[in-house]
């Protein structure tokens, strides 16, 4: 018992000695103090706090690092050191490529595919040394195994998601179609989990191997509510995350050579069938995550911005926590359509109508099922002239959301341009700030 202990402890202690870790600690941090300057520049008001949005982040990293780790302790893993290094250098790779691509689910459909190549790539006579070394690694990978980690760790991305990704949400100000500005909601989540995976449990010389694993989260919404975004990419992700885990159990019970004794085939047959499984695999890991991408995208095509104003007053985009439209129950999506009696149609119609009594302030907000509600509150000093309540965008903005798409160099190359504001991604493009402009529609 004490034998087994001491190798959970040195797992331990080697997790925290890794470097991966730390970069994925660093890059959490930037992704954080990125929102909170997007929302500075926008608003003149922070909506997230640094230390609250870290801990959510790091007691969520915890506990699905851990729920993770357990599931291995049952499951079991076949992975080697050389297979995690490669791949997180493949994943850092491909975020050269586009930032969106820094995920575990690309980098292990690229390991498929070399696996897959390395096993019918017999003749390496004239191939240089270190290319010999390195397709000897992508042989000796268990596809299984390497499948097992990308549907389990997306199934805990798919629980964080569900949980957290609509406090994860910052809200925005969007170029819209024919010119026209409107609200909507970036919602950027990423988590450093720390695994402890056990490989060939409840046998002789089974060992616990130290493993960090950096999962994200990012796409944006202007036709629904954050937290129905979330629930809805939640499902999606869950579900990708079983099919991944059943081509997992499809690939460790496929026995080819077995078939091949049995029906007196060739033992080159059988590693084409082994090398043609692992490349579907493959293909299907990178190919149903590039669904989960386009289905988002199309909820947006098809669907009306949902955060404009109408002329039924001023449509709430959202709220600063801890203000005073936080304690009257105003929620986004709402409507303010009278402040102390007055009907108002412009934010400074609102700070005019507040004026009235600046002591006291009573709103009829309709909510979201277009009913009237009617809240009210004594107003005090050093309180947000607007409530804290934060409207969506009108014609007057000064700053609007450019969606595109880069690489890691672009992203770092935008942190030392004035006014722009990237973040990064892990399912839609990256996005920065910029001064408004003149905008026309298609």
């Known amino acids: 018992m004490n034998e087994i202990g001491e190798i959970w402890l040195k797992a331990f202690a080697q997790l925290w000695m890794l470097p991966f870790l730390y970069i994925g600690l660093f890059i959490v941090v930037l992704l954080i103090n990125k929102a909170i300057r997007v929302e500075r520049r926008l608003y003149a008001v922070r909506v997230h706090a640094f230390w609250d949005q870290l801990w959510r982040i790091g007691a969520g990293s915890l506990t699905a690092g851990f729920a993770v780790s357990l599931a291995f302790v049952f499951i079991g893993s076949d992975l080697t050191q050389e297979t995690l290094i490669t791949l997180w250098v493949i994943a850092i790779v491909l975020a050269m490529v586009r930032v969106r691509y820094f995920c575990i689910a690309y980098a292990a459909g690229v390991i498929g595919l ?21 397709m000897d690694v992508m042989r000796d990978v268990e596809m299984s195994s390497l499948l097992m980690l990308v549907g389990m760790v997306h199934l805990a991305e798919a629980a964080l998601v569900f949980a957290m990704g609509g406090r994860i949400a910052t809200p925005l100000y969007f170029a819209g179609k024919r010119g026209k500005t409107i609200g909507g909601f970036g919602m950027n989540g990423l988590w450093p989990l ?24 990012s796409t944006w919404t202007t ?42 085939g060739s033992a080159s047959d059988a590693v084409s069938a082994l090398s043609a499984l692992s490349a579907l695999s493959a293909l299907l ?29 001023l449509k709430v985009l959202a709220i600063v926590p801890k203000s005073a439209a936080a304690e009257l129950g105003v929620v986004p999506g709402e409507i303010v359509h009278k ?92 996005i920065s700030v910029d001064a408004a402009r003149e905008m026309t529609g298609p």
Not at 232 to 248: C, N, P
């Open 114 to 134: 070399l696996h897959a190549l390395s096993l019918v790539w017999t003749d390496m006579s004239g191939t240089p040394g270190g290319i010999v070394m390195f």
């Open 194 to 217: 720390p695994l402890l995976l056990v490989t060939t449990p409840w046998e002789a010389g089974w060992a616990v191997m130290a493993f960090p694993v950096l999962i994200g989260f």
């Open 223 to 264: 036709t629904m509510s954050p937290v129905l975004k979330a629930r809805r990419s939640a499902w999606r992700l869950a579900l990708y995350s079983l099919a991944v885990i059943g081509l997992a159990f499809l690939t460790a019970t496929y026995n080819p050579f077995a078939a091949g004794e049995t029906s007196a």
């Open 285 to 313: 890991v990178i190919g149903l995550h590039e669904l989960i991408v386009w289905l988002g995208r199309r909820d947006e095509r098809h669907h009306r911005p949902a955060f404009v104003h109408d002329e039924r007053g």
């Open 339 to 430: 402040v102390n009696g007055q009907q108002v149609r412009t934010p400074a119609q609102m700070h005019a109508a507040l004026r009235v009594n600046p002591a006291f302030v009573k709103l009829e907000v309709l909510n979201l099922s277009g009913e009237s509600k009617f809240v009210q509150r004594a107003l005090y000093a050093n309180e947000h002239h607007q409530l804290g309540l934060i409207w969506c965008p009108d014609d007057q903005v000064s700053h609007v959301i450019d969606a595109h798409e880069g690489s890691l160099f672009s992203y770092l190359r935008a942190r030392r341009r004035e006014g722009h504001i990237s973040i990064v991604p892990d399912v839609v493009p990256p």
